[in-house]
T-cell receptor
């Protein structure tokens, strides 16, 4: 709906390797969010951004970092991937602080 | 400590009947509530929302009811259709949280023909 794409859509990596997931939006939304979805946990917020170069931590931020150098791109980096970071990652964007629109997700497997 | 709870992991309903999905919350600061629908291998899709100043919001077949005193909201789908089969997430947020949504664990709805 909000012109949100995520890349890659699927990735398999090994423990200890760095991984970067990209979220790209074409709607010029100010707010961007990264969530992870795990069985039995719903969606949990990792990090969010309220403007270019303005980011903050969410509920489960340990082991993750983010960067936003342009309005349209929000990067999520796992500096050294662990098996506990195997998950489905969703990016979301919002024009204001109410309704968020989600991307299609990235399935990450850490072996 | 779960701030948003969906106590029914699954719900099965006959086509044409009403589906009622429930959600409870504990944080009295929440002032905006949303429902999302999610199909397998897709991202969540926004369905309907309600502000705490209202007790009901309707959009076609979907109605959300909010009972602030009970800290409870529900999503009614009438009539239910097989295409409504999906996982439904309840989410909540409050002013000053930068829009951070707190999600429930979801309820899987199955609508049988």
């Amino acid at each position: 709906d909000a012109g949100i794409t995520q890349s890659p859509r699927h990735k398999v990596t090994e423990t200890g390797t760095p991984v970067t997931l990209r979220c790209h939006q074409t709607e010029n939304h100010r707010y961007m969010y990264w969530y992870r979805q795990d069985p039995g946990h719903g969606l949990r917020l990792i990090h969010y951004s309220y403007g270019v170069k303005d980011t903050d931590k969410g509920e489960v931020s340990d082991g993750y970092s983010v960067s936003r150098s342009k309005t349209e791109d929000f990067l999520l980096t796992l500096e050294s991937a662990t098996s506990s970071q195997t998950s489905v990652y969703f990016c979301a964007t919002a024009p204001s602080t109410d309704t968020q629109y989600f991307g299609p997700g990235t399935r990450l497997t850490v072996l | 400590d779960q701030q948003v709870k969906q106590n029914s992991p699954s719900l099965s309903v006959q086509e044409g009947r009403i589906s009622i999905l429930n959600c409870d919350y504990t944080n009295s600061m929440f002032d905006y509530f949303l429902w999302y629908k999610k199909y397998p291998a897709e991202g969540p899709t926004f369905l309907i929302s309600i502000s705490s100043i209202k007790d009901k919001n309707e959009d076609g077949r979907f109605t959300v009811f909010l009972n602030k005193s009970a800290k409870h909201l529900s999503l009614h789908i009438v009539p239910s259709q097989p295409g409504d089969s999906a996982v439904y997430f309840c989410a909540a947020t409050y002013g000053g949280s930068q829009g951070n949504l707190i999600f429930g664990k979801g309820t899987k709805l199955s609508v049988k023909p």
